[in-house]
């Protein structure tokens, strides 16, 4: 059993920034891969960004590439997402997940365990 829990969300203005973390308990996370995902209201959750379990693979959302960037630090079992050149249209809760998997996935129902989400509200 993992246990997963976000932070760093919060309010910020267009072209802002910001770095969300999620922090694991209960097992080691180098033996998941692991991604972010958002909902924003009245929309389904989407894959934002992946992180394979060394750490040396990524893979993003055509929406995020190039402004988001997913990192992890396995000693300290920590997943993270810098978040750079906010839109409001990147407002949602973001989720991390961890998924029993070799390889990256993009499919939410690959990822077995799931934090509760952060909120992120870009203003305009």
């Known amino acids: 059993q993992v246990q997963l829990v976000e932070s760093g969300g919060g309010l910020v203005q267009t072209g802002g920034s910001l770095t969300l973390s999620c922090a694991a308990s209960?097992?080691?996370?180098?033996?998941?891969?692991m991604g972010w995902f958002r909902q924003a209201p009245g929309k389904e959750r989407e894959f934002a960004a992946a992180i394979s379990r060394s750490g040396d693979m990524t893979y993003y959302a055509d929406s995020v590439k190039g402004r988001f960037t997913i990192s992890r630090d396995n000693a300290k079992n920590t997943v993270y997402l810098q978040m750079n050149s906010l839109k409001p249209e990147d407002t949602a809760v973001y989720f991390c997940a961890a998924g029993r998997r070799l390889f990256i996935t993009t499919r939410r129902e690959d990822y077995d365990y799931w934090g509760q989400g952060t909120q992120v509200t870009v203003s305009s």
């Open positions: 209960g097992r080691t996370l180098s033996s998941y891969v």
